[in-house]
């Protein structure tokens, strides 16, 4: 297999391209901490929506405690970085490690069960973590943990962006992808060609996990302070919405999904009252006007086949 | 031994409310598999009826809770034909995104118009307890109206399910809903006297809840909503008698945990117990085995 093609250069252009021009616009100071800070917000949460599309998406395990591995990784790396004094990369490495051992100890058993069973129990694990975070003093309980360093800067969104994206739309496009999106299709029948079900969807929620904490991390060492009621039930619905929206099985459509549904919630915060209200009055007109989410299961392609933006998602 | 007796009561005071609310979900699921996420909601709203009913019109306990039920059973329907049915026909997930939709409208609309502070709930009942077998463990009379009316409707339900055309249609469209169809039954009918029934208990409950703890607020939905939903896959989801069960088990083991100083814990335990039962019994202890057909 080539590396080299004339696509992937192109692609490596863009991705480097992007970088600096935003690196310039910070440094210059059109870029200003407003946008910065919602720059942030909607990079974690593409994370978190490629994240959980790989095992929602590609692998259709209905997952509902997907923000319990962002709570995870959160709280590694602060830990980490806010009380054992330890870089950033550290932290990030720990958050990822530590919210994938949690994915497979939670795989491991829960994932034999289908359907609505596996999204109640993983609910149920979600809200778990949470209460051992909110009773737990060491992490400060209810209140929270307090000044966690800020290292999330553009460099380590970014990369941690493309990082994601790179990987996951890799690993779909592999030989363990496909044996994930066989599971989607219909697990009997993919057991029954010789596909060993079980490893792979834990596999795949490893791999979720894994990316969930790295995004955890992200979030926690930029805004400070971290506490568990951040990470309920709400948010991992949150993440689902993005993913159903952008379009199940579709990386571009949970890149696209984060961002809408980011600028949607940030312009709602100028009806606070009435802010959930409309969302959920959205989410509804989506919901049935718009089942299948923006994109479907295809994915954007800005060039056609020779190259571009969609080098590394590109489709099926 | 007394704390422990009165424990006890408390508990089967909490899990007739988490028993009334398992029923409505159980149904629900068992004739659309829909995890009604808002049912938590008319909850909310049931209790806040109740309050509205009391404290503006002096009503008293009775009129109050039928009224109540009567509400919430036409908002139940409502909620069915505006959100759930354009749902019918599409995914699981996007149903399910559907009912958390309604849900979040429910709580946040009611927080805009009732403002989110907390209420309580006046003192309709007689200030009445008796003491029980000479000890110091106390029966409330309120313990005692919920748990009375809790079986009422109870045993209401199971005349209306088991006796009536209406039951007969919706336990057959539970079973298969082509065929019932096929046989002359109007499923949309049954879906919304399904609604009817299980929202009416809901609003059934928030009533109790609001005279028992005697505070409300607009959130006050979601938790118990939760628990409910775990007391009716504990017994079996789609299992009346299950969701009766789990609820009176899942009330019990709360407050004899919450007993042992675990009160931090409870949800927890509560969410254990869940992912213990699907991995011994995924279908519920009531529940029976299916095996899922190629």
Known sequence: MKILTKKNIYTLVLVLLIYFLVLLLSNVGIIDSYIQLNMVIVGINIIL????????????????????FMAIGAYASGIMTAKLGQPFIVGVAVAALSASLAGLLIGIPTLRLRGD????????????????????????GAIGLNDIPRYTNWTWLYFSVIA??????????????????????????????????TYYKILAFVIGAFFAGIAGALYANYFYFIKPDTFGFMKSIDILVIVVFGGMGSITGSIVGAVILSVISSFLQGFPELR??????????????????????????????????SGNVSSK | ????????????????????????????????????????????????????????????FFPALILSMILTSLLGVVIEKVAYKPMRNSTRIAALITAIAVSMFLQYGMMYFVTPQTRSYPNILPDIQVSLFGTNAVVDIRNIYILTVTIVLMLLLQYVIHKT?????????????DASQLMGIDMNKTISYTFAIGSALAGAAGVLVGIYYNTINPLMGAVPGLKAFIAAVIGGIGVIPGAVFGGFFLGVTETVVSALGGSLYKDAVAFA??????????NGIFGSNQREKV
């Open chain 2, 273 to 282: 117990i869940l992912i213990l039962v699907l991995l011994i019994k995924p």
């Open chain 1, 276 to 309: 959930m209200v409309i969302y959920a009055v959205i989410l509804f007109l989506i919901m049935v006007y718009r089942p299948q989410g923006v994109m479907g299961d295809k994915e954007f392609k800005l060039f056609n086949k020779e190259g571009g933006l």
């Open chain 1, 117 to 140: 069973y596996l999204a109640i129990a993983t609910l149920g694990f979600g809200e778990i973590i949470k209460i051992i975070g909110l009773n737990n003093d060491y992490v400060g």
């Open chain 2, 165 to 177: 055309k209406t039951g007969k249609a919706m336990r057959a469209v539970a079973l298969d809903g």
């Open chain 2, 1 to 60: 031994m007394e704390h422990f007796i009165q424990q006890i009561v408390n508990g089967i005071s909490l899990g007739s409310i988490y028993a009334l609310m398992a029923l409505g979900y159980t149904m629900v699921y068992g004739i659309i598999k829909l995890i009604n996420f808002a049912h938590g909601e008319i909850y909310m709203v049931g209790a806040y009826i109740g309050y509205a009913l009391t404290t503006f019109f002096n009503f008293g």
């Open chain 1, 164 to 197: 994601t994206i790179f990987i996951i739309s890799n690993f779909v496009k592999s030989y363990h992808g496909r044996a994930c999106i066989s599971i989607r299709e219909d697990e009997i029948a993919a057991e029954a060609m010789g596909v060993n079900t």
């Open chain 1, 49 to 68: 929506a490629v994240s959980l599309n790989l095992i929602t998406g590609f692998t259709g395990q209905f997952s509902l405690g997907h923000a319990a």
